[in-house]
């Protein structure tokens, strides 16, 4: 994995999660222990959309699919970063995007501020319908952000909804806080999990050009 | 992720686990649906050690370090796969590892009969100690099999010993029934969990020289 960076947020159970809501921190439960069993042995109790994770379909559509029909292939290829990170306003939306050079088949990588929160804060940045509307025109591949949520609560969920009604899946809770603009190559592996709304992941990024 | 063959096993709350414990089946909880809270989302509860996953020293080691300490280039590289699935015992040991050409730094990725198993056997193939001190003689720089324990119950665990004690990463849980002997590159990425003594994984394989 050398030149590749990490982009994963690590799991702890005192993490930043989605609205601060206690039921979505990963619990840690050790099972056995070297002075009473002989081993040290530990479970996790964890929300799918805990950390870095992929949106299904499911997650926001009632008819949306399962892990069970998700591709590697959708998250793992070429990505351009757009840095949202010194914008006044909160709304990633259509005229910010249309500055770059986006490609048919790129995966669409938003660096906003919330790369340098510590805390949930729920006034973070997010994509909002125009944004994603632009994107699904350009025949983006994926969509991922630095959000635990790439909109916010918001009826009907327009964003999730054009996007994941389109083909393209939504990898939230990015690590971005160390990249710059440019276009990487960009993994994305998920714990393979049958049935499931939301996939637990892990991401990296290599430099091809950047600023 | 094209010319890979995916080696992890499917996570499910039927699937096979160690001993066929039921504390170490994972269980999915639904916790919003489309018809009451306009969204589908849910939570994983799983064992460490479930399916496809990385030993960390502390697992068997009171001494040993946790995930904190894990460096992903000690589990991704170039392996070699000996295949055991023909011999009629299941001690995979020296004598049998003897016959292949391992290298120092190879990752050793042990296929045995219990690729073939759907539920879980006691009876199991395992690496005992005369193969994991063979290996550790090589400097391999970590080991894979398919089982879900390298070794059977045995006091002191030595298998697990010799190995995490000499810096050894061991990769539990391979799905392996495709995969012929020979060289291959070797991709294990696990989930970034702090603090722990497992890591549940995703493996995949790209053949070099293949027989």
């Known amino acids: 994995m050398k030149n590749w960076t990490d982009v994963t947020m690590t799991i702890y159970p005192e993490m930043m999660v989605y609205k601060n809501k206690d039921e979505k921190k990963p619990k840690l439960t050790v099972r056995a222990t070297h002075e009473v069993n002989g081993h040290y042995e530990s479970s996790i109790y964890m929300d799918l959309h805990t950390g870095t994770h992929i949106d299904m379909p499911l997650h926001m559509l009632p008819d949306g699919h399962s892990s069970d029909e998700f591709d590697l292939e959708s998250v793992n290829g070429t990505c351009i970063v757009v840095d949202f990170s010194l914008e006044e ?47 699904e025109n350009c025949s983006v591949k994926a969509v991922g952000i630095d959000a635990l949520g790439i909109e916010r609560s918001v009826p009907n969920h327009p964003t999730h909804s054009i996007l994941l009604g389109n083909g393209i899946y939504i990898i939230e809770g990015l690590a971005l806080k160390d990249i710059k603009e440019g276009r990487y190559d960009f993994i994305c592996i998920p714990l393979k999990i049958a049935g499931v709304e939301g996939l637990p992941s892990r991401a990296f990024m290599r430099a091809i050009e950047v600023k």
Chains 1, 2 share one sequence.
Not at 121 to 131: H, Q, W
């Open 89 to 135: 306003s909160h709304e990633v939306g259509a005229d910010f995007l249309k500055k770059y050079e986006i490609q048919k088949g790129d995966i669409v990588i938003i660096k906003t501020k919330n790369s340098y929160d510590h805390m949930f804060n729920p006034e973070y940045d997010y994509l909002d319908a125009s944004g994603a509307t632009y994107l």
